[in-house]
């Protein structure tokens, strides 16, 4: 899988060489031990001010190594896939090399902390429920370690070779593996460890994505060429020399849209699993959202009765007629989850829980004063009753009306509201972690996206058109709360302008970014379930 020679002839390549100086070196140092001091005081002071006093100091240990790993995760992140966001502006003269990384490396770290956090949930419903909701516990541990390790390494394997590869499908891939390896290890089939709707869903976002950047690159590329006619616009850059100031300034504008809508998606991932991580090691601090307004609880009580009230007149009898205790229904309602099948004491079951959920939240007043002891519980059943609820709007049983699928969509909001949440320092972390990565490891991915993809050096107008298509593409699945790769839409956009240029491809490349592509999820499925396995043994 070794990329081919560089097609760029020497005289023309733009100089990779110049780093960030002595200073700059100190200030990269001197902000990661600062990123790693200001997490471990979030963390205390937290956890200090819901008065958590810890009896051993083995799992705070463990909580930070696995915070560093999800960091470190975010960081290789950063080097991997954002060194595509520069390439253009880079081999364009547009900027010099160190500046690029720099500017884009601080874009990524604003897009990170402006995301929405729909992304980060996405990614963990992908794991199985009954790791979700043991996640404090030794297999929880034995998850992040093996998920982020195969995630990572994975990473670095590609990069080391210079190929681009999707941090997101590595990532998926790792949680699909542990999945598989937890029901296998109690004796299920490899199929029921996952919720393989929402990998679906995630497939598909991630296989179209890189399709969309070729095709759409393509078309507006060529409308560029109709409809800009601007003959330096399609011309090699001249040796060492800035383009144009519109063209400079339209090329800038792009890097600058992908660094950003690359911060917003893809630092959600690493948030999710770092939730994760604080829900099951500090769930005092964590588990609930201690933060919501007043007015939440008067909500959360009204629409909890609506909810209880839809599912008792969905169901084909009383909740007291089917006699149903809370432990029973709790039952049920994680099988239902975990199995996909609706049976008629599906609806009896949720409508216990949440009734059960209403009680155990009201009696404290607030999610703030609910002491350290129920904290887990009361967590677990909101999101057990949160995955279920998504589930029926899924599946959409007939006797679920509309008016009723409606109120329980209100009801999940509010639920989503209690326990969906990121701590400012999370965004704030995994965004330096994320922008700092930006500005290390970048020229082999460089060199792969500007150089090797086509056959001759990356114009103007090709940059460009691939940087907007990969800016929109990444944009719009933010907001849809799904992941996608930056680096498959950007390099499928670089090689759709050269295809629609007749510039020719060097089909070496393109061979092993379609290896890459195709072995990414197969490796790191198996990577993370055989790490998963010998964690699990360790812990």
Known sequence: MNATLAATPASTRPDLEKGLGAAGKIGFGAAIVAAIGYVAYSVYTDAAAVGVEPTTYLPFVLLFIALLIALGFEFVNGFHDTANAVATVIYTNAMPANVAVVWSGFFNF??????????????????????????????????????????????????????????????IGSIIGVGVANAMMHGKSGTAGVDWSKAAEIGQALLFSPLIGFGVAALLFLAMRVLIRKRELYEEPKDGLPPPLWIRALLIFTCTGVSFAHGSNDGQKGMGLIMLILIGTVPTAYALNRAVPERYMAEFHSQSIAAETALVGSSTGSVEAQGVNPAEARRQVTTYIAEKTFTPATFPALSVLVHDVDAQVGQYGSLAKVPAAAVSNIRNDMYLASEAIKGLGKQKPEALSEGAQKTLATYKTSLDAGTRFIPTWVKIAVAFALGLGTMVGWRRIVVTVGEKIGKTHLTYAQGAAAELVAMGTILGADHLGLPVSTTHVLSSGVAGTMAANRSGLQMSTIRNLLMAWVLTLPVSIVMAGVLYMIFAQIF
């Not at 402006?114 to 429920?129: D, E, K, M, Q, R």
């Open 110 to 171: 604003l897009g990170v902390l402006v995301s929405t956090g729909a992304v980060a949930f996405g990614i963990v419903s992908l794991l199985p429920v009954e790791l979700i909701l043991q996640v404090g516990s030794s297999a929880g541990f034995a998850m992040v370690f093996a998920l982020l390790l195969a995630a990572i390494l994975w990473n670095l394997a590609t990069w080391w070779l210079g190929i681009p590869s999707s941090s997101s499908h590595t990532l």
